[in-house]
Nanobody, 125 residues
Framework: QVQLVEAGGGLVQAGGSLRLSCAASGLTFRNYAMGWFRQAPGKEREFVAAISVSGAYAYNTDSVKGRFNISRDNDKNTVYLQMNSLTPGDTAVYFC??????????????????WGQGTQVTVSS
């Protein structure tokens, strides 16, 4: 049974930082590209960042470039999202996702096979 368990969310003031983690089990982690998505109330789930199976290739959506960084540790079966300079616009539930194979050419959420339950990030002004 595949499980993705996010942690690290919480309440932070604008300008602050958080580090999210997502621990995977039940799959061969090094064979899966990993992604982070977020969903704010009343909005659709949106892509945040993705990283390749080896970690050599990673990219973010434009709205978080220069502020967020995705990384992974294949020995620990864990993917991370370091979030700096947070703004109230970053408030959302953050989900990690796993895709068997390379990073998809599309950022669509349905390109991923497995999902975590999400962790709430709230940024106060």
């Amino acid at each position: 049974q595949v499980q993705l368990v996010e942690a690290g969310g919480g309440l932070v003031q604008a300008g602050g930082s958080l580090r999210l983690s997502c621990a995977a089990s039940g799959l061969t982690f090094r064979n899966y590209a990993m992604g982070w998505f977020r969903q704010a109330p009343g909005k659709e789930r949106e892509f945040v960042a993705a990283i390749s199976v080896s970690g050599a290739y990673a990219y973010n959506t434009d709205s978080v470039k220069g502020r967020f960084n995705i990384s992974r540790d294949n020995d620990k079966n864990t993917v991370y999202l370091q979030m700096n300079s947070l703004t109230p616009g970053d408030t959302a539930v953050y989900f990690c996702a796993a895709r068997n194979g390379p990073v998809p050419t599309s950022n669509a959420w349905n390109r991923y096979n497995y999902w975590g339950q999400g962790t709430q990030v709230t940024v106060s002004s």
